[in-house]
């Protein structure tokens, strides 16, 4: 159930399902990333809501400006989103709220026939890298093993989500 301030509604109108999990990555077991393409990820999290507002940019130059928003639920591995993408006088608009932003290369890399992303973070957040995976069906996603160089899984952890990073730094680690 997602609770809004008329109620309670059981999912946004316009939401579909990510099912997602994290890992934290050891970057000495990982791959070299010399040669995998990149895109460079620059996100707001706008002060006072769950939107992150992000640009993301190819090697190519090629730029996807979109808005987000990831909404609570009981199951952090599946949670609703929504998703529109802006044009860039969209993005300026939204750009000039307050926001706590992050930046990271994104990475993506096979491993045993799926694809992880590996987000190796930049400023205050480095050296921190994190992979991902996105699975369309629930028992495909938590059935999936988690890549050799992948130290812990954080996928429950609401310290390593885009917006706590960006507030708050790395968690310090036991």
């Known amino acids: ?4 301030a008329c109620g309670e509604a059981e999912a946004p109108k316009y939401a579909h399902i990510e099912r997602e999990r994290r890992w934290l990555v050891d970057p000495a077991r990982r791959p070299a990333l010399a040669e995998v393409p990149t895109v460079l990820i620059e996100d707001r999290y706008i002060t006072g809501t769950r939107l992150r507002l992000r640009r993301m940019t190819a090697v190519s130059g090629a730029c996807a400006l979109k808005l987000t928003k990831k909404y ?8 609703p989103i929504v998703t529109a993408y802006l044009t860039a006088a969209e993005y300026a608009v939204f ?14 890399l096979i491993d045993c026939g799926a694809s992880f992303s590996l987000d190796v973070f930049d400023g205050a957040l ?3 890298e994190l992979c991902e995976i996105e699975w369309p069906d629930d ?3 938590r059935a999936l093993q988690p890549p050799a160089w992948a130290v812990r899984e954080v996928s429950s952890d609401p310290r390593y989500q885009g917006a706590a990073l960006a507030q708050n730094g790395a968690p310090q680690e036991r």
């Open 1 to 4: 159930m997602i609770r809004t």
């Open 72 to 79: 609570d639920a009981a199951d952090p591995l599946a949670r």
């Open 95 to 108: 750009a000039a709220l307050p926001a706590a932003a992050l930046a990271k290369r994104r990475y993506l």
């Open 126 to 128: 480095a050296p921190l």
């Open 139 to 141: 028992a495909g996603l």
